[in-house]
């Protein structure tokens, strides 16, 4: 049984930088074809998937649209966890943050982290 | 990458069949059977109910049913029952690589 187990701080000030750990038991990171994703919940934009890390003989990320140019998703095999990174948080980034694991880079979201309310302040 | 659309709120009672729709494009939705469905609780993290358009994971009720046509996929509950009271999204893999959601659905059980 695969479990996740979120860490990091609920509180960020703006314009700082968003910083949260995925701690995965149950299966490691590097499993083919497993992939690891962040994903936020705000009443204002819902359910909005961030991005993933996967290792198909190499690492590889995707990155939504929305947040490119802001965000990094790593890996940790010495941990077996995985983190996200949001640089230069506003108000909009304010969020429930989950971490999931899903069967496939394509695939559905079969295990979630507790989740995570972050807020960013001014 | 534009949200997929559901409704709202559909609402039933105990032991009917309710349906809920969830509408994207050629690159999500009708390009791809990669579509899950998730059902969440208020103060709970989504659970995933239906995946790949029509499979169940374990443990999920047989009552839970999935189905596409075109742009359009639908999550099917029959016999409802007060605990299927929920929010429901949809979700979809897309020509870009990526993931996107549907806005959610408030499912009430009257």
């Known amino acids: 049984q695969v479990r996740l187990q979120q860490s990091g701080p609920g509180l960020v000030k703006s314009s700082q930088t968003l910083s949260l750990t995925c701690a995965v038991s149950?299966?490691?990171?590097?499993?083919?074809?497993?992939?690891w994703n962040w994903i936020r919940q705000s009443p204002s934009r819902g359910l909005e998937w961030l991005g993933r890390?996967?290792?198909?003989?190499?690492?590889?990320?995707d990155y939504a649209i929305s947040v490119k140019s802001r965000i990094t998703i790593n890996p940790d095999t010495s941990k077996n966890q995985f983190s996200l990174i949001l640089n230069s948080v506003t108000a909009a980034d304010t969020a429930v943050y989950y971490c999931?694991?899903?069967?496939?880079?394509?695939?559905?979201?079969?295990?979630w982290g507790q989740g995570t309310l972050v807020t960013v302040s001014s | 990458q534009s949200a997929l659309t559901q409704p709202a709120s559909v609402s039933g009672s105990p032991g009917q069949s309710i349906a809920i729709s969830c509408t994207g494009t050629?690159?999500?939705?009708?390009?791809?059977?990669?579509v899950s469905w998730y059902q969440q609780h208020p103060g709970t993290a989504p659970k995933l109910v239906i995946y790949?358009?029509?499979d169940r994971p374990s443990g999920v009720s047989s009552r839970f049913s999935g189905s596409k046509s075109g742009n359009t996929a639908s999550l099917t509950i029959s016999g409802l029952l007060a605990e299927d009271e929920a929010v429901y999204y949809c979700?979809?893999?897309?020509?870009?690589?990526?993931?996107?959601f549907g806005g959610g659905t408030k499912l009430t059980v009257l």
């Open positions: 979700s979809s893999y897309t020509s870009t690589n990526t993931m996107v």
């Open positions: 890390t996967y290792y198909r003989s190499k690492w590889y990320n």
């Open positions: 790949d358009v029509t």
């Open positions: 999931t694991k899903s069967g496939g880079a394509y695939s559905h979201f079969d295990y």
């Open positions: 149950g299966e490691s990171v590097s499993t083919n074809p497993s992939a």
């Open positions: 050629s690159s999500d939705v009708g390009g791809y059977n990669y």
